[in-house]
């Protein structure tokens, strides 16, 4: 429970201790002058997740914090408590003018953290009827999306951006896969893949951690789009941008640009941040790389552990009380800021009391937020994510961590835990084609097995077992040790030629090609790859 001392982010005169209280002695450890601990600088940096749990041990579910300048606001901790407010727009608003500190004056416009609430005509700031038209267009947009397409990028980019280090035997799968590809892939369903530059990638990654570049970069990406925007009204695409523009709803050029920027960013940041985290526990943890390889854990469940234990963002700034209310056993006034700590509720006991057990099957992570605001790319998000790390693992099977785990550092800003970098090596390959799927090492031709193939080393056939009467021995007859097909082994040989919607001219090519069955799950499996 708060301190009787602290200054709570609903107080009206700010009071902080007298001079000699003895409150002032907790200044250190942490701790302002005033009680708060901030969620910006050196501790919040160093071990955020560590932050969160004294925080839980000092308040409870809902906690009073300090952002980037000391403006107060409140970090919601609890599971529960946050799906309540997120879901629950009549008590906590989207919309930041609500917000006291910045009414008054003690937010200033161009706080570092005004790129993130700043108010705008777009869905994440509105309640109501005009979040429902807003995020109407999105959404409608976002269904129009074809998903094999998208795959079929998302493999093209992978491949192409393996080639470019493939050769090298080494990497940092940071800065040269990570942070790329879902840029690559979020340029290309908008409509502006001629727009995908480093500097882009930069700015997308700068523009919501609160730094002094902040507001520059975002208005390096805003530039971006509103050109976008302008083109598709004089020459529209199949793209996600002419989509918006065309939508019903009908969005101003404003609208259109400031949802553009609400994709793109929204969307490159978590996949960016998901796939590095995904390949550090596929690389640092056995028990996970096991599960993995051994078919115990699919790509799309790892991804989904992933979700629980280190979320792309890590708070959501931020909800606005509408009045004076209640949550989490604290007094929140109106106009009071609050934070959505979706690390914090991943893992709060209540919910999640051994943070060791697996979660594979649960999707009640609060990773992409909750309620009506809930993000509506997150399929995309996951595409990206599991289809990319699905190719790179296929190019480069034997990929180890290049340096100790202890090694591995994070850059931590108010919203997300950036991975620095993640050394890799491997044994080096030859660049492949950037049109076809990634595939793994080109290993030497397979004959295939026949009737009347010789055995290894001219070896003669064991003798019959006892029971087995003469006469041809069937291939694959269960029982038979050493014969393919044999309890325990899988048969190198497909059995005769059989009708099949693909019948070949002669009965050696069609055991060649694999079985019916075999070839349609290929296909199958082909498909939901996207190519």
């Known amino acids: 429970m708060t301190t009787p001392y602290s200054h709570l982010p609903g107080t009206d005169d700010h009071a902080v201790p007298p001079p000699g209280c003895p409150a002032h002695g907790m200044a250190t450890g942490g701790l302002t002058p005033n009680g708060l601990r901030r969620l910006y600088g050196p501790e919040a940096e160093r071990d955020p997740m560590g932050l969160y749990e004294k925080l839980r041990a000092e308040h409870g579910s809902v906690a009073p914090v300090l952002l980037q300048g000391d403006a107060p606001a409140w970090l919601v901790l609890g599971h529960s408590e946050n799906l309540h407010m997120t879901r629950t727009p009549s008590q906590f608003s989207r919309d930041s003018r609500r917000w006291r500190a910045l009414n008054d004056g003690s937010v200033p416009p161009d706080h570092p953290l005004a790129p993130v609430f700043t108010w705008q005509p777009i869905c994440v700031f509105a309640d109501g009827a005009d979040h429902e038209r807003l995020r109407g267009a999105v959404t409608d947009s976002i269904a129009r999306i074809d998903h094999r397409g998208v795959r079929r990028y998302i493999n093209r980019y992978s491949n192409r951006l393996v080639n470019e280090f493939c050769e090298d035997g080494k990497a940092d799968l940071v800065s040269r896969f990570a942070e790329h590809l879902p840029m690559m892939v979020m340029a290309q369903i908008i409509g502006m893949p001629e727009e995908y530059n480093q500097r882009l990638v930069d700015a997308a990654r700068d523009m919501i951690k609160g730094t002094a570049t902040a507001n520059e970069s975002n208005a390096y990406v805003m530039a971006a789009l509103d050109r976008l925007v302008a083109r598709r009204r004089n020459a529209p695409e199949e793209d996600f941008a002419t989509w918006l523009t065309e939508h019903p709803a009908g969005l101003t050029d404003a609208e259109c640009s400031q949802h553009l920027r609400l994709v793109l960013i929204a969307a490159y940041e978590t996949t960016a941040n998901l796939i590095a985290n995904v390949l550090r526990m596929v690389l640092t943890d056995p028990r996970f790389r096991a599960q993995l390889s051994g078919g115990h854990m699919t790509l799309p469940e790892a991804v989904e552990q992933t979700l629980w234990d280190e979320p792309p963002f890590t708070t959501i700034f931020g909800r606005w009380a509408v009045g004076d209310t209640e949550l989490g056993g604290q007094h929140i006034k109106a106009g009071d800021a609050l934070v959505v700590g979706i690390a914090a509720a991943n893992v709060d006991p209540v919910v999640r009391p051994d943070r060791s057990a697996s979660m594979q099957g649960n999707r009640a992570h609060l990773a992409f937020s909750g309620g009506p605001h809930e993000c509506p790319g997150q399929d995309i998000g996951r595409a990206i994510a599991d289809t990319g790390i699905d190719a790179l693992l296929l190019r480069l099977p034997d990929l180890q961590l290049a340096v100790e785990e202890s090694e591995l550092s994070w850059t931590a800003a108010l ?82 030629a059989s009708a099949g919607p693909f019948p070949s001219d002669a009965p050696g090519q069609q055991r060649g090609r694999g079985s019916a069955p075999r070839r349609l799950w290929r296909s199958a499996v082909r498909w939901w790859r996207g190519y």
């Open 415 to 496: 919203m997300s835990r950036q991975l620095d970098a993640l050394p890799v090596a491997f044994a080096p390959r030859p660049p492949q084609d950037v049109s076809g799927p990634p595939s793994p090492v080109v290993s030497a031709p397979r004959v295939p097995w026949r009737v009347d193939s010789p055995r290894p080393g001219g070896a003669p056939r064991p003798p019959e077992p006892a029971g087995v009467s003469g006469g041809p021995r069937v291939p694959g007859a269960p029982g038979v040790p050493g014969e393919p097909g044999a309890r325990g082994q899988l048969p190198t040989a497909e059995p005769a």
